[in-house]
Nanobody
Framework: QVQLVESGGGLVQAGGSLRLSCAAS????????MGWFRQAPGKEREFVAA????????YYADSVKGRFTISREHAKNTVYLQMNSLKPEDTAVYYC???????????????????WGQGTQVTVSS
């Protein structure tokens, strides 16, 4: 089975930066589309960013566009979310997700993903 493990969360002040990592199992990682979602207290899970199998197409929620960058390193089976200019409203549990057939579209939808990580907490203080 596919396993995803997030890391890199923590507590930062507003305006600071964090880089989240998601390590995926197996050599099939290179064919996966990958996404990041987040869920704040009392709110629904929302799309943050996604990247297709090749890394050539990236997608971002309007709320993070220009501040967050998704990338991947196939050789390390890892996808990253670089988060800059963090705001208190970015506070949430961040989840990594994998689409195993390598979709290029519909990656803003949670139903497009087959596997999920355990989540990592990001807290941004004001």
């Amino acid at each position: 089975q596919v396993q995803l493990v997030e890391s890199g969360g923590g507590l930062v002040q507003a305006g600071g930066s964090l880089r989240l990592s998601c390590a995926a199992s197996g050599r099939t990682f290179s064919s996966f589309a990958m996404g990041w979602f987040r869920q704040a207290p009392g709110k629904e899970r929302e799309f943050v960013a996604a990247i297709n199998w090749s890394g050539g197409s990236k997608y971002y929620a309007d709320s993070v566009k220009g501040r967050f960058t998704i990338s991947r390193e196939h050789a390390k089976n890892t996808v990253y979310l670089q988060m800059n200019s963090l705001k208190p409203e970015d506070t949430a549990v961040y989840y990594c997700a994998a689409n195993v057939w390598g979709a290029s579209y519909g990656l803003d939808l949670a139903v497009s993903y087959d596997y999920w990580g355990q989540g990592t907490q990001v807290t941004v203080s004001s």
